[in-house]
Structures are given as C-alpha cells and as structure tokens.
C-alpha cells in the first residue's frame, strides 16, 4: 500500500494529524505485520489497539482457552466463549469487526520443545513481522521468545503485571548498539529468576492490565511509524500509587543469549574503524 | 514502584553511608554490596531488579557492586504477568 483512500483518510486522521506521524507513518502502520504473543488481558487489547489503528497482518499465538476468571479484563470473550481456544475466539472475533485485516492464528505454546518441533513455520511465520509482543503469563515462555528475537533480530515489546506492578520496555535487536547498551530480557531477569507471585496468586484489575496493554501498543505503533525513541527503556508502573519509574536496561556481559550479537557488533565496529 | 515491601535496615557502626532505598532514606555499612543489601532486607535475591541511579544492574554485577553514598537504589519485583 503506498496511498490512501478517502475512507481511510477520514477513518485515521486524528493519526495522521500528529505532524511526526502523518501520511508517511499511517501507511507504515498499515503495511506492518505483528505478532501478538499471549492473548490473555494484555494481548487482547494490544491486538485491538493495533487492529483499530490500521494494522492489517496480525498473528496471534496462545494455547489457552477461555476461562471465566478471563472475563473481566479480557474483553473480547465472552460466556459463550469458555473452553474455547483463545486464537479461534480471537480471530474469528476481530475479522469480523475488521473485514479487511489478515489474522494468523497458532494454538501453541512457544518452549524450547515447540519452537524445535516446529522452526521452520515459526521462522516462516516471524520472518516478516515488524514487532514481536509478549504478553504471556510466565517467565519460561518470555525467555523463549526473547531468544527467538534475539536470534531473529527482532523487535521486542515486553509487557507484564501482576497485582499493582506492571513493567514494560521496548528492546530492539535489530539494532547492535542497541543490543550492546541494553542488552535482552535474559539480561534483566536471568533464567533462574523467582516469580514470587503471577495474577493467579495475587490477582489484578482489569484497568491497571489496560495501562501495560496500552504503552506496549503505544510503543509498537511509534516504532512502526519511526517515531519511537526509547529503546531498552524499563518503565515500572505502582497501580496503587499511580506512580512510573524509568530505568536505563544494562546488558549483562556474562548473558549467553545476546552474547554472540554483542561480539558480532563489536567485530564489526572495529572493522568499520580499521578501514 | 514495583518495590519490595522491605524495611530497610539501620546498623549502627561508626562507618555509614547515607542512601536512598525504595525512596526512603537509609544510613548502611558502606562495604555493603547490592547482593549484601537485598541480603540485609532479607530480599530474595533471585527474584528482583536492582535499579541504581536510574540504571539497571545486571545480577552479575551485584557481588562485585558496593553500594555509594547518596546511591538512589530501587529494587523491584520480577512480574510475568499478563
């Protein structure tokens, strides 16, 4: 797509009105491809956010079906949905309010097993998508698909809550120096890291779920129309006191998932001085 | 933010640096690591990110990083969520 219509003209100006964005950026929204992993409280209102912003390649990944106690920060499903697969609801939800989107939907969960047993579809799958979500509910599968991005040199937007704390950061490993300054997920949180508490244990509220869903959004579209600058930022939210904190990511230089980048980039900085 | 719910802890000896933990000021042992303070406010090490003066210090490094005097240090709870 290099021009749009009159419809789409109207339907998107208040985007287009924001003078770093304009025609240029609303074109690159709806010419980007994303994947959406999770499609639980977070996943779902990214994918609508983006969806409603004019993204028409989605690709949803969950194995999850719908369970009562989703219902009210997953707004999307319904009674009638539970027991289903969350990617069918998902996707036979949003093409019917989006006639002209493409929705990819994978009813797997991303493991070290899956990806083996399926990396040929999974890298056929990634290889043109502009921006990875994760919006999953663990830490084993957000190590997954942080390797999978950093082996893929893909866009990262990391999203989570639970209880009243909510993290959230854009990593972009596309970019070396980028990698090299702020590192990967594994860099923040090592494998062996304790989850003392998830949203089954501690619970959440919808809204403050809304907040995380919101900035990862937020972050994917102004990364898609190249006004995004941020990267390896971590932005903490307290639900209870209202309160964000920032924090510039460090890469760990005993990390062994972004390591051979971080070498890499270097060798290829001392090349690019040397001649 | 984020916060562990700690109280930090005072030591009364005659060699204390003056910090902020967590947003409340503190006085502590100015040979303590960051893996010795989580250790102090009896924080389980494996569970949290150590923010210090707005950067965050891989785990790696907490052995070997000795907390400064007027160091703003946060300590925050991994969350997976979603």
């Known amino acids: 797509m290099k021009s749009l219509t009159d419809r789409e003209y109207q339907q998107y100006s208040r985007t287009m009105l924001l003078n770093d964005i304009g025609e240029a950026g609303q074109i690159a929204i709806m010419n980007s491809q994303v994947a959406i992993i999770g499609m639980g409280g977070l996943g779902l209102l990214v994918a609508q956010y983006l969806a409603a912003a004019g993204v028409k390649h989605l690709l949803f990944i969950d194995n999850d079906v719908v369970e009562i106690s989703n219902l009210p920060r997953q707004l999307l499903y319904t009674p009638t949905d539970i027991g289903k697969p969350k990617v069918?609801?998902?996707?036979?939800?949003?093409?019917?309010?989006?006639?002209?989107?493409h929705i990819d939907a994978m009813n797997i969960k991303l493991t070290d097993?899956?990806?083996?047993a399926n990396l040929q579809l999974i890298t056929s799958k990634l290889a043109d998508v502009d921006v990875v979500f994760d919006c999953t509910d663990n830490l084993p599968s957000r190590h997954v698909i942080n390797q999978l991005c950093v082996q893929h040199q893909l866009i990262l937007i990391s999203g989570a809550i639970s209880g009243y704390q909510g993290q959230v950061f854009c990593l972009n490993f596309a970019d070396q120096t980028s990698v090299i300054l702020s590192g990967c997920y594994?860099?923040?949180?090592?494998?062996?890291?304790?989850?003392?508490?998830?949203?089954?244990?501690?619970?959440?509220?919808?809204?403050?779920?809304?907040?995380i869903a919101s900035m990862q959004a937020l972050m994917g579209l102004q990364h898609i129309s190249s006004t995004l600058n941020q990267y390896g930022v971590l932005h903490c939210?307290?639900?209870k006191s209202f309160l964000w904190q920032q924090a510039q990511m460090s890469r760990d230089h005993q990390c062994?998932?972004?390591?051979?980048?971080?070498?890499?980039?270097?060798?290829q900085g001392a090349e690019y001085v040397t001649n | 933010m984020s916060l562990i719910n700690a109280t930090p802890s005072i030591t009364v000896t005659t060699d204390l640096i003056r910090l902020e933990l967590n947003g409340t000021t503190v006085m502590l042992e100015s040979d303590l690591s960051l893996s010795g303070?989580?250790?102090?406010n009896n924080i389980d090490v494996a569970s949290v990110a150590i923010v210090v003066n707005d950067t965050v210090i891989p785990r790696s490094g907490w052995q070997?990083?000795?907390?400064?005097?007027?160091?703003?240090?946060?300590?925050?709870?991994?969350?997976?969520?979603?």
């Not at chain 1, 069918?88 to 989107?101: E, G, Q």
């Not at chain 1, 051979?260 to 270097?266: D, G």
């Not at chain 2, 070997?64 to 979603?82: E, L, P, W």
């Open chain 1, 88 to 101: 069918t609801v998902a996707k036979r939800t949003f093409s019917r309010i989006h006639s002209d989107i």
């Open chain 1, 113 to 116: 097993d899956t990806i083996k």
């Open chain 1, 186 to 211: 594994h860099c923040l949180y090592p494998s062996h890291t304790h989850i003392e508490q998830n949203c089954t244990q501690q619970g959440v509220l919808g809204p403050a779920v809304g907040v």
């Open chain 1, 237 to 239: 939210f307290n639900a």
């Open chain 1, 256 to 267: 062994h998932v972004c390591k051979p980048m971080h070498i890499s980039a270097q060798d």
């Open chain 2, 37 to 40: 303070l989580l250790v102090v």
């Open chain 2, 64 to 82: 070997h990083i000795q907390c400064q005097a007027n160091d703003r240090i946060n300590v925050f709870s991994a969350v997976a969520g979603g």
